[in-house]
């Protein structure tokens, strides 16, 4: 298999990282731009050999905001773009993040999250950048973000970040951690002809035509189709909130009518988006919500308590933005109570609260090591005792 | 024969003229720089569609929302590495980065030296008004020592940057300064700069009547102008160290100029696999 | 300085000098006066009209109807593209 191709199909023992990278260049990014940190460095690394090797760019910029940044100028001129980082990093991209939902640039950026706050735990797993993927810049957007458990979903869902958002022209996050980012696993890429591509929405109007409204979302899913630069439709792209002219248009008006659109682009159409896999939930009197690396031993913790006779679900989130608020609020009328382990001190646990009034029983480390099977286990047992 | 009233201008087929009059105070020299970059869109043979033009934050970075091209209205200090990939993804087109100099300079700065650095194939026009104009007259880091701004009642207490001789050193291989006066040079100076690959920098001293002038007891935009047109010299070989700007001292002038035309290799990520063996 | 009348080019008679017709857009203009100021032969004045915003725009000041030279330097300085010439050719 020549380094040329773009998709390396077979059957490969593939560190999470590099299945990342792999994920790219199946999709078809044409642009990398980042910086180095841990523990995403490798597939910063990965792709400054692959993408060169089919004549595609890789950018190590002088920072995450520059990174950034150019993920949307490339975007915006036609590219599939993509960064790849960790929670300082993912800080410093929050500003361009902005201006990627403003200007609604689909671009990627993967988060291998690791011990936070801060400079915190560079080399060791965390998941705590959670809420920062869906708040972390200022102002009301929406985003969408995975959670890969393997280096295989890495790769599938790398895929799937780059198509869902062409289709809905917001930033899409792929959440792993430090643990799935450097596991190496089995993953298995198919065939270049059967990697799914969902192609962005392009306009009917002619470049020219006077008439033609760039920001102008007449379709129900409230997506407006993209132009790129130097296809003769010579718009105006801005940070300011702007008019369907794509015009600055900084009145109370326009503005709210224009954040409404960007946010109820994803809210009214969280249904064709979110994404979660069940584990024994159809007769649970007791639930456990997990994700990432996490989810891994609560799948072990689960079946153990099971051969105890403990009647407890898994709901595996694998699309943590938008949250599947129904899903929460449907189990709610079935179990007695939620367990939400996770690698920080209470994020998702958080949004779960929100859609139900059954407890909430949160299992939390702020990072540094993988969270094992026991504490959950230990947690599903109590709980299962005094529910 | 008297004038003629007309509600439209030859240089109009550049604008998005439903936009116009543009929001600048009267006599700021955003105007006039703005007109010989649009001359000089106008005279450089490259289509209106194959020219994109990107901006940060401030006063200046709204050019390019009145330019009738490919704009871009960024985040603050942040239209380098934008236009950047613009640049690389479309390789044919004409990238301008028409911005200010608290932009390029004060959060922008790091993008600037590093573009410099590679030598990316954009043009950067910087209009320098000495202070962060759009925010009400703030001190930047092109404010003379000395000068008084809003955020520097007492006067301005840090040296300002020379900026012809920064982009030299960082690595630019076109570097002009001219002003806001001197627009048969300025479009010169740009359509020199279109028709160069790599990084080319030219900076154009503006007046600013209100957030600048007016904190230091200039009059008006004329009166600014004024001041160019009796303290500016040109001297294309000046020693780019000494082209300081330092509005108290009379006896020294503003050097105006094309200061740096040389060749380097414009940067190309792939430009080490044309040396890799077939 | 000399002038015209004291030493004449040879071949005064064969050149022409150019003669420009000056274009307003009174609503565009905002007043900053760099045309008036910086014409070299003080061909413009600020009128009494206003225009909407309330700015006087300039016109061919009284006499100087002849005097404009095609110049083109109030075209090139105005800050608003408020103002340019053309050269009239005959």
């Known amino acids: 298999m020549s380094p040329e191709e773009r998709v390396l199909t077979g059957s490969h023992f593939l560190l999470g990282d590099y299945a990342c990278a792999e994920g790219a260049m199946a999709a078809g990014c044409d642009l990398f731009a980042g910086y180095p940190i841990t523990p995403s460095t490798e597939t910063a690394e990965r792709l400054s050999a692959r993408l060169p090797a089919v004549g595609a760019i890789f950018v190590q910029m002088e920072d995450e905001m520059a990174s950034v940044a150019a993920l949307v100028g490339g975007s915006l001129a036609g590219a599939r773009t993509m960064s790849a980082t960790s929670g300082p990093g993912f800080s410093l991209m929050m500003e361009n993040i902005g201006m990627a939902a403003m200007m609604e640039a689909p671009c990627v950026i993967v988060n291998i999250q690791r011990g936070a706050p801060s400079t915190g735990l560079p080399t060791l797993v965390g998941q705590a950048d959670m809420m920062q993927a869906k708040w972390g810049s200022h102002g009301d957007y929406e985003i969408i973000a995975y959670s890969p458990s393997s280096p295989q979903e890495c790769f599938d869902y790398v895929i799937k970040a780059f198509n869902m958002s062409d289709r809905w022209r917001v930033p899409v996050f792929v959440m792993a951690d430090e643990l799935i980012g450097h596991m190496t696993e089995r993953v298995v890429i198919p065939p270049a002809d059967q990697i799914p591509r969902v192609e962005r929405k392009r306009p009917r109007h002619k470049p020219g035509d006077p008439s033609f409204l760039p920001f102008l979302a007449e379709d129900e899913d409230l997506v407006p189709p993209i132009v790129h630069a130097g296809e003769g439709y010579r718009v105006n792209y801005d940070s300011l909130t702007h008019d369907e002219k794509g015009y600055p248009a900084t009145f109370p008006e326009p503005h709210d009518k224009l954040v409404r659109r960007l946010v109820n682009k994803i809210r009214l159409h969280a249904d064709q988006i979110i994404e979660y896999e069940e584990i024994f939930l159809d007769d649970a009197d007791l639930a456990v919500i997990a994700y990432g690396s996490t989810a891994r031993s609560a799948r072990r913790a689960v079946n153990e308590a099971r051969r105890d006779g403990i009647r407890v679900g898994l709901l595996r989130l694998i699309c943590v933005w938008p949250f599947p608020e129904n899903k929460v609020r449907e189990l709610s009328n079935q179990v007695k109570a939620f367990v939400v382990p996770e690698l920080n001190l209470g994020q998702i646990s958080r949004e779960v609260e929100r859609f139900t009034s059954l407890p909430v029983i949160g299992v939390n480390h702020a990072g540094g090591v993988m969270m094992a099977p026991d504490p959950i286990l230990d947690t599903i047992r109590e709980v299962a005792k005094n529910a | 024969m008297p004038e003629i009233k007309v509600e439209s201008h030859p240089i109009d087929s550049v604008f998005r003229t439903e936009r116009l009059p543009h929001i600048f105070c009267p006599g700021c020299g955003i105007g006039p720089a703005t007109h010989a970059y649009a001359q000089a869109i106008l005279e450089s043979g490259i ?56 932009d390029l300079f004060g959060i922008g700065g790091n993008h600037f030296i590093h573009a410099a650095r590679r030598n990316i194939d954009i043009n950067v026009i910087c209009i320098n008004n000495f202070n962060y104009g759009m925010t009400g007259g703030q001190l930047g880091p092109t404010t003379p020592l000395g000068a008084k701004a809003s955020t520097a009642p007492y006067g301005n207490t840090e040296p300002p940057f020379n900026l012809p001789y920064l982009a030299a050193a960082t690595g630019a291989v076109f570097v002009a300064r001219w002003t806001s006066l001197h627009v048969r040079q300025l479009k010169e100076a740009i359509l020199r700069a279109m028709e160069k690959k790599g990084f080319t920098f030219i900076e154009v001293l503006a007046p600013c009547p209100v957030g600048f002038g007016s904190p230091n007891d200039i009059g008006d935009a004329i009166e600014e102008v004024w001041l160019y047109r009796e303290r500016c010299i040109v001297d294309h070989n000046a020693y780019l160290p000494d082209l300081e700007l330092d509005l108290r001292r009379k006896d020294i002038p503003f050097v105006m100029g094309n200061f740096v035309d040389i060749e380097r290799p414009p940067f190309d990520p792939l430009a080490m696999m044309k040396n890799q063996g077939e | 300085m000399v ?9 005064v008679k064969k050149i022409s000098i150019p003669r420009g017709q000056l274009y307003i857009i009174p609503e565009r203009c905002k007043g900053c006066k760099f045309c008036i100021d910086f014409c070299p032969l003080d061909v413009l004045e ?3 009209a206003i225009n909407a915003k309330g700015y006087h725009y300039p016109v061919v000041a009284e006499g100087k109807e002849e005097a404009c030279i095609a110049c083109q330097f109030c075209s090139v300085i105005c800050p608003d ?3 340019y010439v053309e050269e009239i050719t005959e």
């Open chain 2, 47 to 102: 289509p209106k569609d194959q020219h994109a033009c990107v901006s940060g934050i401030g006063c200046t970075a709204r050019v390019p929302g009145y330019m009738d091209v490919d704009s871009y209205h960024t985040t603050h200090g942040r239209s380098i590495p934008f236009a950047m990939a613009i640049a690389l993804v479309k390789p044919e087109m004409e990238v301008t980065v028409f911005s200010g100099d608290g």
């Open chain 3, 3 to 11: 002038t015209l009348q004291t030493r004449q080019p040879l071949d």
């Open chain 3, 46 to 48: 600020e009128t009494s």
């Open chain 3, 81 to 83: 593209f408020a103002i």
